[in-house]
């Protein structure tokens, strides 16, 4: 069975653009985080979505966007690109999106704002 | 704010001695789970530990969980080239976000 997929690997965007993101979780798993780990430092949850449902969101401003689709993939987006949302931005997939299980990671994208 | 914090930041050793990690963290959990990540990817579960349990061993890996002082530690025993990488202890939130600290980089030398 293939993991949690996301894409693209590498991105570089100038400040002020807007990006997409995307993840495709393992078959069957309905929820699907995002979180952003800046150089040095551990991951910090974006967003959860649970059944197409946003169950939660972290400290991040409204710039940061994300939405679930009827096949449980998942985008993130982010308008106005800072330097600061440079970052790894990691995908994570469960059955069912509590934390009291295993978060199944994609390899993360690479986004380089410039 | 991060939940957990590993101590210590960085720790190398020799391939074959032990590498001991602790994780603190400041509020209630339900569980904590240790996760790998090698080079800036992806991370990859190692174990959970419930806040009812005190000792788990996966492998070459021991977890144990002391709730009264709300910390936890990781023992990688018999360490290889592999293990090189970055650790975090994650703890849950809310009961869908998972809280990591900021790691601590394993370097084990051949």
């Known amino acids: 069975d293939a993991g949690v997929t996301q894409s693209p690997t590498h991105l570089i965007k100038t400040r002020g653009q807007h990006v997409t993101l995307r993840c495709s979780p393992i078959?069957?798993?309905?929820?699907v985080s995002w979180y952003q780990q800046v150089l040095g430092q551990g991951p910090q949850f974006i967003f959860q979505y649970y059944e197409k449902e946003e169950r939660g969101r972290g400290n991040f401003p409204d710039r940061f966007s994300a939405r679930q689709f009827p096949n449980y993939s998942s985008e993130l987006n982010v308008n106005a690109l800072l330097l600061g949302d440079s970052a790894l931005y990691l995908c994570?997939?469960?059955?069912?999106?509590?934390?009291?299980?295993?978060?199944?990671f994609g390899p993360g994208t690479r986004l380089t704002v410039t | 704010s991060q939940q957990g914090e590993e101590d210590p930041q960085a720790l190398s050793i020799q391939e074959g001695e032990n590498a001991t990690m602790n994780c603190s963290y400041k509020t209630s959990i339900n569980n904590l789970q240790w996760y790998r990540q090698n080079s800036g990817r992806g991370l990859v579960h190692l174990i959970l530990?419930?806040?009812?349990?005190r000792e788990k061993h996966s492998g070459r890996l021991r977890v144990t969980l002391d709730t009264s002082k709300k910390s936890s530690s990781l023992l990688i025993t018999a360490s290889r080239a592999a293990d090189t990488a970055s650790y975090f202890c994650?703890?849950?939130?809310?009961?869908?976000?998972?809280?990591f600290g900021a790691g601590t980089t394993v370097t084990v030398r051949a």
């Open positions: 530990i419930r806040s009812n349990e």
């Open positions: 994650a703890t849950g939130i809310n009961d869908y976000k998972l809280s």
């Open positions: 078959s069957g798993h309905k929820s």
């Open positions: 994570a997939s469960s059955s069912v999106g509590l934390a009291d299980y295993e978060q199944y």
